[in-house]
């Protein structure tokens, strides 16, 4: 079974920064994507980071330039960097694995970890 392991989450002021761990039962390379969502109260989970198959990462806008995926293949792990934080980056953060099995997408979470920033 892929199990997807985040840490890193925390209290943090507005203007500082996280890195948020995300670390794979297996190797990272079984999957064809990783990647970061976040869902905040009383909004739908959303796009934070992730790669694409043509090995590129892709950002949100409201997170373009203040944080940073990345990965340790020897570790089979991921991160997310976070700088500049603000307030509205406030959310549960979770790890996401995508692997093509044939002609299906299956998807991997993590539990879930919580950012808090606070103003």
């Known amino acids: 079974q892929v199990q997807l392991v985040e840490s890193g989450g925390g209290l943090v002021q507005a203007g500082g920064s996280l890195r948020l761990s995300c670390a794979a039962s297996g190797s990272i390379f079984s999957f064809n994507t990783m990647g970061w969502y976040r869902q905040a109260p009383g909004k739908q989970r959303e796009l934070v980071a992730a790669?694409?198959?043509?090995?590129?990462?892709n950002y949100a806008d409201s997170v373009s330039g203040r944080f940073t995926f990345s990965r340790d293949n020897a570790k089979n792990t991921v991160y997310l960097q976070m700088n500049s934080l603000k307030p509205e980056d406030t959310a549960v953060y979770y790890c996401?694995?995508?692997?093509?099995?044939?002609?299906?997408?299956?998807?991997?979470w993590g539990q879930g970890t919580q950012v808090t920033v606070s103003s």
């Open positions: 996401n694995a995508k692997r093509m099995v044939l002609y299906t997408t299956r998807d991997y």
């Open positions: 790669t694409t198959t043509g090995g590129s990462t």
